[in-house]
């Protein structure tokens, strides 16, 4: 992608799988985009299971660390596989530790499903409800196909496939786009 970096994108999997192309979309987005525009989450693992009682100062540190990262990115962008029809139990998690903070409300967030036709969709119907429930601001994009081969991830975990990282690149444009025209549409109405 061309130009300056001027939108702060926070990648998320919603994979704790090694070779999980959910991940290997995000790795590859973020060689896309410009360098030092997007951050991609990398302690799913390392979060503590959610506790109500534990939902506020000081909270644990791996919270603490996901809650700056979303407050520090222009978008949050999630790529999650299926999991029995739904979402994760780990990935349910970390959204579950957004709810006590304000960090991700009203925030611009979207996601892209990288499963084969025809699958991802109790993921997506999912997500949308939890993403609405927090108040994100779910942006059009969100949902976009992405389909990525289990071989079109090279042993780096990255996606080697020129075709996928094309469309890849182009799902990420229009996110960053549609960013900047919230920006524009916001400064209008100052």
Known sequence: MTGACDVGVLLVSGSTRSRSTNTAALRSARELLQPGCATLYAELAALPAFDPDRDHP????????LRSEIAAADVVVFCTPEYAGTLPGSFKNLLDWTVGGAEIYDKPTTWINV??????????????????YVGASVMD??????PVPHQAVD???????????DRLRDAF????AEVG???????RKR
């Not at 644990?60 to 660390?65: C, D, G, I, N, R």
């Not at 994009?141 to 992405?146: E, K, M, Q």
């Not at 042993?155 to 990282?165: A, F, V």
């Open 115 to 132: 499963a084969a036709p025809g699958r991802g969709t109790g993921a997506d119907a999912t997500l949308a409800l939890v993403l609405g």
């Open 173 to 176: 444009e229009t996110i960053i």
């Open 58 to 65: 000081p909270l644990p540190h791996p919270v603490e660390a």
């Open 181 to 187: 025209q919230g920006r524009t549409t916001e400064t």
């Open 155 to 165: 042993p780096s975990g990255r996606i080697s496939d020129p075709d996928t990282r």
């Open 141 to 146: 994009t969100s949902g976009v196909r992405v």
